[in-house]
């Protein structure tokens, strides 16, 4: 909780010191624009009822107050005053040392290999207990992956799947597709070759973020699914060659489909995706849909295509995949940003019949916060 506070000479930030003794500094322009008020955000909802232009640019703090575990702020030349919860301010406080480490994860992000077990939840009690629905959509959030067991065999049970938590992503495949082998395909998913793992769409901007796959049979010798945390490939690559790791992150790729008539997509994107400070938020990783790189300068090609080498490798690494064969009414979810899934060859004997639509993960994220609230988590 807040102890103290002291307002710069200029009003223009002051200084919130805690009871654990640390220090927080807050500018008057973002103390303004945050206000909690009615008159600046809707008590309904939280939304923001005014414009930045709706402030003064010559916002200032006037007087500022701690008492009763709050702050009391009144802002010049408007003369408004409001105030903050102490824990509020706490948790939003921006006075921070910042990570910077270049291709970092976020720090509720999990990377894994071979070693970690696929984690498996039961259809009935995540429908039923909120708790088991919270712990699904959280090894989502944290691993990118997570299976479904002792669902429905059905066709179509995957739409139900989806609107557990979301909404499905309707695409030129349909609401969802069938992943079983067929004469002619358009596409390589739809034979019995194995497939290198890879993420989905990444000629579509934005990619479906969410994949879900659903099995309703799968007698067919082989065919296992095998997913890899793209994350920790390209930390890897990272760790030993960080120039080729810059190149990847630095440069778009570019891929491209045409499989189908009237359909004809591209996008352009880098391998590794980071944000402005450096935080890596998606990979995009898929030779078949690959286009011809053009956005690379002539005497960086080289290195470029010898660091897409080293991570397809570090993708390939055996050490690096969870390995699974999917028992009719059980599914799987990937996090299509991060994790990619390939398929063993399967032959033709037998059948295999697995049903795959996608998702977003706006509307995962979003049950999960609101679970998390509900449970204290």
Same mark, same amino acid.
């Given at each position: 909780?807040?102890?103290?506070?002291?307002?710069?000479?200029?009003?223009?930030?002051? &200084?919130? &010191?805690?009871?654990?003794?640390?220090?927080?500094?807050?500018?008057?322009?973002? /103390?303004?624009?945050?206000?909690?008020? !009615?008159?600046?955000?809707?008590?309904?909802?939280?939304?923001?009822?005014? =414009?930045?232009?709706?402030?003064?640019?010559?916002?200032?703090?006037? =007087?500022?107050?701690?008492?009763?575990?709050?702050? $009391?702020?009144?802002?010049?030349?408007?003369?408004?005053?409001? &105030?903050?919860?102490?824990?509020?301010? *706490?948790?939003?406080?921006?006075?921070?040392?910042? *990570?910077?480490?270049?291709?970092?994860?976020? !720090?509720?992000?999990?990377?894994?290999?071979?070693?970690?077990?696929?984690?498996?939840?039961?259809?009935?009690?995540?429908?039923?207990?909120?708790?088991?629905?919270?712990?699904?959509?959280?090894?989502?959030?944290?691993?990118?992956?997570?299976?479904?067991?002792?669902?429905?065999?059905?066709?179509?049970?995957?739409?139900?799947?989806?609107?557990?938590?979301?909404?499905?992503?309707?695409?030129?495949?349909?609401?969802?597709?069938?992943?079983?082998?067929?004469?002619? !395909?358009?596409? @390589?998913?739809?034979?019995?070759?194995?497939?290198?793992?890879? =993420?989905?769409?990444?000629?579509?901007? !934005?990619?479906?973020?969410?994949?879900?796959?659903?099995?309703?049979?799968?007698?067919?010798?082989?065919?296992?699914?095998?997913?890899?945390?793209?994350?920790?490939?390209?930390?890897?690559?990272?760790?030993?060659?960080?120039?080729?790791?810059?190149?990847?992150?630095?440069?778009?790729?570019?891929?491209?489909? *045409?499989?189908?008539?009237?359909?004809?997509?591209?996008?352009?994107?880098?391998?590794?995706? @980071?944000?402005?400070?450096?935080?890596?938020?998606?990979?995009?990783?898929?030779?078949?849909?690959?286009?011809?790189?053009?956005?690379?300068?002539?005497?960086?090609?080289?290195?470029?295509?010898?660091?897409?080498?080293?991570?397809?490798?570090?993708?390939?690494?055996?050490?690096?995949?969870?390995?699974?064969?999917?028992?009719?009414?059980?599914?799987?979810?990937?996090?299509? $940003?991060?994790? /990619?899934?390939?398929?063993?060859?399967?032959?033709?004997?037998?059948?295999?019949?697995?049903?795959?639509?996608?998702?977003? *993960?706006?509307?995962?994220?979003? =049950?999960?916060?609101?679970?998390?609230?509900?449970?204290?988590?």
């Amino acid at each position: 909780m807040p102890r103290s506070v002291t307002a710069d000479a200029s009003g223009s930030f002051l &200084t919130l &010191t805690f009871e654990d003794d640390s220090e927080s500094r807050f500018h008057a322009i973002w /103390l303004r624009d945050n206000a909690l008020d !009615p008159e600046t955000r809707s008590p309904g909802n939280g939304q923001r009822l005014i =414009t930045i232009g709706d402030i003064p640019a010559a916002t200032r703090i006037s =007087t500022a107050l701690v008492a009763d575990r709050t702050l $009391t702020v009144t802002f010049a030349p408007e003369g408004k005053t409001v &105030t903050f919860p102490g824990d509020w301010l *706490k948790s939003n406080a921006y006075d921070t040392v910042q *990570k910077t480490k270049f291709g970092r994860t976020a !720090p509720d992000v999990e990377t894994w290999n071979s070693s970690q077990p696929a984690p498996a939840f039961d259809w009935n009690e995540v429908q039923s207990d909120s708790k088991a629905k919270r712990d699904w959509l959280d090894a989502i959030a944290r691993l990118g992956f997570a299976k479904l067991v002792n669902g429905p065999v059905r066709e179509g049970a995957l739409i139900e799947c989806a609107r557990m938590f979301g909404f499905v992503r309707e695409t030129n495949y349909g609401k969802y597709f069938e992943v079983r082998t067929e004469v002619n !395909p358009t596409n @390589l998913a739809y034979t019995g070759l194995g497939l290198q793992a890879h =993420t989905d769409n990444p000629y579509r901007d !934005p990619v479906p973020s969410l994949q879900i796959l659903y099995c309703l049979e799968n007698s067919a010798e082989g065919g296992d699914s095998i997913v890899v945390d793209g994350f920790r490939a390209a930390e890897r690559l990272r760790d030993e060659n960080p120039e080729g790791f810059a190149l990847l992150a630095g440069h778009p790729a570019r891929f491209e489909y *045409k499989g189908s008539d009237g359909v004809h997509l591209r996008a352009r994107r880098p391998m590794i995706e @980071l944000s402005p400070d450096g935080e890596m938020i998606a990979i995009r990783f898929n030779n078949r849909s690959s286009a011809p790189f053009v956005d690379i300068p002539f005497e960086k090609m080289e290195a470029y295509y010898a660091a897409y080498r080293r991570l397809g490798e570090f993708i390939d690494d055996p050490e690096m995949g969870v390995s699974f064969k999917l028992e009719p009414g059980e599914s799987f979810i990937v996090d299509n $940003t991060r994790v /990619l899934h390939a398929r063993l060859g399967y032959s033709g004997s037998g059948s295999r019949w697995l049903q795959g639509c996608y998702a977003d *993960k706006d509307g995962l994220l979003s =049950t999960l916060n609101v679970l998390n609230a509900q449970l204290g988590g």
